[in-house]
Nanobody, 127 residues
Framework: QVQLVESGGGLVQAGDSLRLSCAAS????????MGWFRQAPGKERWFVAA????????YYADSVKGRFTISRDNAKNTVYLQMNTLKPEDTAVYYC????????????????????WGQGTQVNVSS
């Protein structure tokens, strides 16, 4: 079993920055690719960013590329999402998730490939 706890959400203005954190426990965090997803009201949960288990590879949705940065600290069992130049359309609940398979050599973006999820943290961006 693995537990993921997100934090760092809040209410900000357009153009501001936020850093989300996701603390993991319960299994060998450093063996798993991690992802961030988001879900706006009335919409499906969409992929935002992913990072490999070693931290050497990252991948982003086009909508956040150049503004968001995913990173991880395996010594602290934590993955981060630095969000800059926030826009109102970034408003959503943000979830971190762990891939189902350990030491996978490529990054995945489909929700069903991620087996463990946090409870989410709300991000609201006002215009």
């Amino acid at each position: 079993q693995v537990q993921l706890v997100e934090s760092g959400g809040g209410l900000v203005q357009a153009g501001d920055s936020l850093r989300l954190s996701c603390a993991a426990s319960g299994r060998t965090f450093s063996n798993y690719n991690m992802g961030w997803f988001r879900q706006a009201p009335g919409k499906e949960r969409w992929f935002v960013a992913a990072i490999s288990w070693s931290g050497s590879s990252t991948y982003y949705a086009d909508s956040v590329k150049g503004r968001f940065t995913i990173s991880r600290d395996n010594a602290k069992n934590t993955v981060y999402l630095q969000m800059n130049t926030l826009k109102p359309e970034d408003t959503a609940v943000y979830y971190c998730a762990a891939d189902l398979r350990p030491r996978l050599g490529f990054l995945r973006i489909a929700r069903h490939e991620y087996g463990y999820w946090g409870q989410g943290t709300q991000v609201n961006v006002s215009s």
